[in-house]
T-cell receptor, first 116, second 113 residues
């Protein structure tokens, strides 16, 4: 049960560029998440949205700006990034709202971002 | 605080061997959930299993089996008769109460033909 798509799959951008990552879930879920996966680090939760409302922002720099226009779509707007922001950015969704321990999160394929 | 430890950073075996991936967790709560995910080279995390803290029965799904032992705070994952397609990074994760998923560092499993 994947049902979570992300575009683009690969992105190369300069530090002055502005780009957006898109996530779409086709599972009818109520919560969506952005994670960052860097080399040799655990997955880091960045943002959580429940019913289109942001419920968590884990001290993420302001150069990352999320947007959730509806329960099926989630964006991550990027501007003036740094080379250390290069990573795999994963989107996930879950049926239950965040804070429900038994929630199972289903992940998309990720966007591999390289910042030059 | 929640913590998940996957002590094995990398494992390499020959096809058809059995392999066990270890996961040890720390939690103060009595109600919690444990997960395993598989991340193939394509990058997507694939959900494999979810267990709650009240169900210590071992689970088998085809060549996959999971051994949950509360006494040792472990939730180990065994693949029998491994295949090349099993090559991936495997993550163990923990969720309790209102906390979010906490992932371990992952174990990179390579199955050689």
């Amino acid at each position: 049960e994947t049902g979570v798509t992300q575009t683009p799959r690969h992105l190369v951008m300069g530090m002055t560029n502005k780009k957006s990552l898109k996530c779409e879930q086709h599972l009818g879920h109520n919560a969506m998440y952005w994670y960052k996966q860097s080399a040799k680090k655990p997955l880091e939760l960045m943002f959580v949205y429940s019913l289109e409302e942001r419920v968590e922002n884990n001290s993420v720099p302001s150069r990352f700006s999320p947007e959730c226009p509806n329960s099926s779509h989630l964006f991550l707007h990027l501007h003036t990034l740094q080379p250390e922001d290069s990573a795999l950015y994963l989107c996930a969704s879950s049926q239950s709202p965040p804070g429900t321990a038994e929630e199972t999160q289903y992940f998309g394929p990720g966007t591999r971002l390289l910042v030059l | 605080a929640q913590k998940v430890t996957q002590a094995q950073t990398e494992i390499s075996v020959v096809e058809k061997e059995d392999v066990t991936l270890d996961c040890v967790y720390e939690t103060r709560d009595t109600t919690y959930y444990l997960f395993w995910y598989k991340q193939p080279p394509s990058g997507e995390l694939v959900f494999l299993i979810r267990r709650n803290s009240f169900d210590e029965q071992n689970e088998i799904s085809g060549r996959y089996s999971w051994n949950f032992q509360k006494s040792t705070s472990s939730f180990n994952f065994t693949i029998t008769a491994s295949q090349v397609v099993d090559s991936a990074v495997y993550f163990c994760a923990l969720s309790e109460g209102a906390q979010k998923l906490v992932f371990g560092q992952g174990t990179r499993l390579t199955i050689n033909p």
